[in-house]
């Protein structure tokens, strides 16, 4: 036996070191960074009329707290978690309950089509979309411009339908996700169910409201968390479709620019921005498990 636990300690020993260089030591690292005045200059070499590096404390979350910036896009980031959550829930749904319907020929087909979107490279979505919504060019201006729209929107210069653009692309991006676990779970619904609510006369809204979403009420709900999850971690999109333009309406987003897009780096308020924006999305991964109670059951 002692034998045996040496060999196998042997073989997974090398796991867990790599497991903990590349992961737990870059997490510990940008939390001490947190707690310094780390900044380009004194980080990660000193240089003469820099600073020195020296802890100072909880002033970086304070800065971050009073900062009107991050008080922004921190309020940005879970508008976009509301809308886009809701967009793409709704496209799952919707996607999933089409697909599951016996009147469908050809669901193979369709599934393969729907979920080009999961195996297209995210940076060629994202250079497609934005000439989808470029001002001049744009097939999207284009179509409204022979609707009669005489001036349509800048959707790559304007916050405001920039904002609408990236809630489009992300429902793009993230609809296959809830199409493939809805539609696995409503293939799971017993059909005595439904055709016991078709004897009761029970319309087709109903049985779907009344009958087969509750059944599926947990898969739904954890697809939902982890999309919500990855809404607010929103950072490649918007800083592929115009960073200057979101830095201030996305909290992962606001924090690269404080480390990266400044003229005076600051690593240390960014990881200070980036350590907050992991806590809040902890405790609200911990409070939506509590109130979905998507873990009842589970030994």
Do not use: C
């Amino acid at each position: 036996m002692k034998k045996r636990t040496e060999a196998a300690l042997a073989l997974i020993l090398p796991g867990i070191v790599a497991f903990l260089f590349f992961n737990i030591y870059p997490i510990l690292y940008s939390i001490y960074i947190a707690f310094t005045n780390a900044q380009l200059g004194n980080f990660p070499i000193q240089t003469p009329n820099a600073p020195p590096l020296r802890f100072t404390g909880l002033d970086n979350f304070r800065w971050a707290i009073s900062d009107p910036g991050f008080r922004s896009a921190f309020l940005w980031t879970w508008v976009f978690v509301a809308t886009s959550v809701t967009l793409k829930v709704l496209a799952g749904v919707f996607l999933s309950v089409l697909y599951n319907s016996k009147y469908v020929i050809g669901k193979s087909l369709y599934r393969a089509l729907l979920i080009i979107p999961w195996a297209l490279p995210l940076l060629f979505s994202i250079t497609v979309w934005r000439f989808m919504f470029d001002p001049i060019f744009g097939p999207v201006n284009i179509l409204l411009k022979d609707f009669g729209v005489s001036t349509p929107p800048d959707w790559i210069n304007n916050v405001t339908y920039g904002f609408v653009a990236l809630n489009v692309i992300e429902v793009w991006l993230a609809y296959p996700f809830m199409m493939t676990v809805i539609t696995s779970a409503l293939q799971a619904v017993p059909d005595i169910l439904v055709e016991a609510a078709i004897i009761d006369g029970a319309t087709y809204w109903q049985r779907l409201t009344k009958v087969v979403i509750p059944i599926v009420s947990k898969p739904i709900a954890f697809a939902t968390i982890l999309t919500s999850a990855a809404s607010f971690q929103y950072f490649l999109v918007p800083f592929l479709y115009n960073g200057s333009l979101f830095e201030d309406r996305f909290l992962l987003l606001y924090g690269y620019q404080k480390a990266f897009g400044s003229s005076i780096p600051h690593y240390g308020r960014a990881a200070a921005v980036l350590f907050i924006a992991t806590l809040v999305l902890a405790v609200y991964m911990l409070i939506s498990m509590k109130i979905t109670k998507i873990q009842e059951g589970a030994s």
